[in-house]
Nanobody, 120 residues
């Protein structure tokens, strides 16, 4: 199983970016999916998560600005980021809890980070 993230880049404060992440490989079912970020010198933190049924959760710092969504048919999860601030600058990582076979439990997989830089 691989998670491939894309969509990072450089944007001015107040701008928008959309991150996408696609899971590939042998997949029976994807449970929760989410996005984390890690800024230089800081711990990795949860940004947003979405359950298999579509329930979402956001960190307080991004509520009202970021929207997480998923396409279960395509095994993808997106993060729409609006009203970006310099403090949103970080490497963003997608994650998914995946069952590869009907007989196995879920395992957490991580994609490689995609860099988001917000200039003031």
């Amino acid at each position: 199983v691989q998670l491939q993230a894309s969509g990072g880049g450089l944007v001015q404060a107040g701008g928008s970016l959309r991150l996408s992440c696609a899971a590939s490989g042998t997949i029976f079912k994807i449970n929760g999916m989410g996005w984390y970020r890690q800024a230089p010198g800081k711990q990795r933190e949860l940004v947003a998560s979405i359950s298999s049924s579509g329930s979402t959760d956001y960190s307080e710092s991004v509520k009202g600005r970021f929207t997480i969504s998923r396409d279960n048919a395509k095994n993808t999860v997106d993060l729409q980021m609006n009203s970006l601030k310099p403090e949103d600058t970080a490497d963003y990582y997608c994650t998914a809890n995946i069952r590869r076979y009907w007989s196995t439990g879920g395992v957490d997989y991580w994609g490689k980070g995609t860099q988001v830089t917000v200039s003031s």
